[in-house]
T-cell receptor, first 113, second 116 residues
Framework: AQSVTQPDIHITVSEGASLELRCNYSYGATPYLFWYVQSPGQGLQLLLKYFSGDTLVQGIKGFEAEFKRSQSSFNLRKPSVHWSDAAEYFCAVGAMGYQKVTFGTGTKLQVIP | DARVTQTPRHKVTEMGQEVTMRCQPILGHNTVFWYRQTMMQGLELLAYFRNRAPLDDSGMPKDRFSAEMPDATLATLKIQPSEPRDSAVYFC??????????????FGDGTRLSIL
């Protein structure tokens, strides 16, 4: 069975600082990996996805993520955080041929001035 | 931009009442998902459909929940009878699924349900 672990429930960073959100997955074959962001009162919005190819993927809003098979990780990064990035971030993993994905429990990001 | 539309956005009702939540997937998407989000359990997959046929509803309490797709433009999630523990935000998502690819899901803004 596939699973996703987001070890950090809550992270606080200063505006302008760099950000890295951790995601570890468990899946027996090549995973399909996603990062979503959820602002209060809204649904989840796709930030980026990894299906195959280049292990460093670029997403919207200046985010990127790197797939590391050896570490079963897909960490999300941003070089300089803006106050508008405060939200909850979800990592998800899926299997080829299906759209059913498993979501992590989320990391809530707080940005302080 | 094409969006997944969910109605109602908010629903407050008394225990025992029937609740119906509706979802209009993005035109052309053939896969529809229903999720429930709570503080305690996070995001849970309740059911999903491909080409209007249910593929997996193992996450859904069968005795009171039912999900259908009367046509390609409408998905419904019903709770009857509703209970306070059903209070949550219910999300619908849609996507374009093919045999060998995983296109990302697009989420609606959710229905916030409160059962008194």
């Amino acid at each position: 069975a596939q699973s996703v672990t987001q070890p950090d429930i809550h992270i606080t960073v200063s505006e302008g600082a760099s950000l890295e959100l951790r995601c570890n997955y468990s899946y027996g074959a090549t995973p399909y990996l996603f990062w979503y962001v959820q602002s209060p009162g809204q649904g989840l919005q796709l930030l980026l996805k990894y299906f195959s190819g280049d292990t460093l993927v670029q997403g919207i809003k200046g985010f990127e993520a790197e797939f590391k098979r050896s570490q079963s990780s897909f960490n999300l990064r941003k070089p300089s955080v803006h106050w508008s990035d405060a939200a909850e971030y979800f990592c998800a993993v899926g299997a080829m041929g299906y759209q059913k994905v498993t979501f992590g429990t989320g990391t809530k990001l707080q940005v302080i001035p | 931009d094409a969006r997944v539309t969910q109605t109602p956005r908010h629903k407050v009702t008394e225990m025992g009442q029937e609740v119906t939540m509706r979802c209009q997937p993005i035109l052309g998407h053939n896969t529809v998902f229903w999720y429930r989000q709570t503080m305690m359990q996070g995001l849970e997959l309740l059911a999903y459909f491909r080409n209007r046929a249910p593929l997996d509803d193992s996450g859904m309490p069968k005795d009171r929940f039912s999900a259908e797709m009367p046509d390609a433009t409408l998905a419904t999630l019903k709770i009857q009878p509703s209970e306070p523990r059903d209070s949550a935000v219910y999300f619908c998502a849609s996507g374009l699924g093919t045999g060998n690819s995983n296109q990302p899901q697009h989420f609606g803004d959710g229905t916030r349900l409160s059962i008194l």
